[in-house]
């Protein structure tokens, strides 16, 4: 338990340092490149499926990452925090550098999973019940389910014929493929996210319409932190160089020691809104958990 206390804390400071003096400064248009889309005809039918609860997202390249710009502003305010710059450098320049990936057609929940619906899935399959779901700022049945652990995360999404987005995935859906910064465009909006503690507790999900992401997922930014699949790598983003596969290397036991962080992704109801953004990345061993920490399922 002391561990995994640890690795929290060591995640929230990082992301805080990462974000907040980023805050405030909009970005040089052209700082943001732009990538052509082109979309394979085959997809037009596989749009068409219907697949309740889930919004389409089609083949393609999109940026995953931080501009140079971002990491520019990111190493600036990390350093202005009285972190080496050596420090400052190896944890943008290299682990969250912008780059092109490609990612084939999904589809991904348009919400983070509820404790209603985890409450179908825990009544048939037993285990754990969440200990947030005796606290009545977490345990509305259209809340995200907080108080996760990846594990729990990923057998959700397996008994419901689903499985957890890679982070790749998880970032296109977030941010499509014009590199912006939030779901909803490059400026942080306190109509468009649960963030900063405004209510100081999550919301019912999918109650900022106005902060939906291109497909039209919902809360990307915000809420609660989102488990991917992805072990935490630095970049170029690769899906087939070990980080997707599950508990690779190791049995879970050495997981439970560290190695082998899984990446979160969004930012919470608490976080500063540097979190926020789409290309922020997070990382916990897979058996964390805390009223910060929610999922969704992808197909
Ligand atoms: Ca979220």
Redesign the pocket.
């Known amino acids: 338990m002391v561990i995994i206390v640890a690795f929290i804390a060591g995640v929230l400071i990082t992301g805080v340092v990462s974000a907040w003096s980023e805050e405030g400064q909009v970005l040089d248009k052209k700082a943001v490149p732009q990538i052509e889309v082109k979309e394979a005809p085959q997809e037009k039918e596989e749009a068409k499926r219907e697949e309740p609860g889930m919004v389409f997202v089609p083949a393609g390249e999109f940026l995953m990452g931080r501009s140079e710009e971002e990491i520019r502003q990111a190493v600036k305010a990390c350093q202005a925090e009285d972190t080496p710059e050596e420090v400052c450098r190896n944890r943008f320049e290299q682990g969250s550098q912008q780059h092109t990936v490609y990612v084939d057609a999904f589809w991904i929940d348009k919400t ?1 999973a509820t404790n209603a619906q985890y409450k179908a899935f825990w009544e048939e399959v037993g285990g754990r019940a969440p200990a947030l779901w005796d606290d009545p700022k977490f345990s509305g049945p259209n809340q995200p389910l907080v108080d996760v652990s990846w594990v729990e995360a990923q057998d959700y999404c397996l008994w419901a014929g689903k499985r957890l987005p890679t982070e790749a995935e998880w970032e296109k859906a977030a941010r499509g493929t014009d590199g912006r910064l939030y779901p909803w465009g490059n400026t942080i909006d306190s109509n468009k996210a649960n963030y900063d503690n405004q209510v100081g507790k999550t919301k019912e999900v999918g109650s900022y319409p106005e902060g939906a992401s291109p497909y039209g997922a919902l ?8 488990w991917t699949s992805s072990l935490f790598r630095p970049y170029p983003y690769s899906k087939s160089d070990g980080r997707e596969a599950p508990f690779p290397g190791g049995t879970e036991a050495e997981e439970m020691l560290g190695r082998g962080n899984r990446v979160l992704r ?3 109801w608490d976080s500063p809104p540097g979190y926020l953004r789409s290309a922020n990345r997070g990382g916990l061993p897979p058996f964390a958990g805390s009223s910060r920490i ?1 999922f969704r399922c992808a197909k």
């Open positions: 983070e809360d990307m930014a915000g809420n609660v932190w989102e969004g930012g919470a929610g």
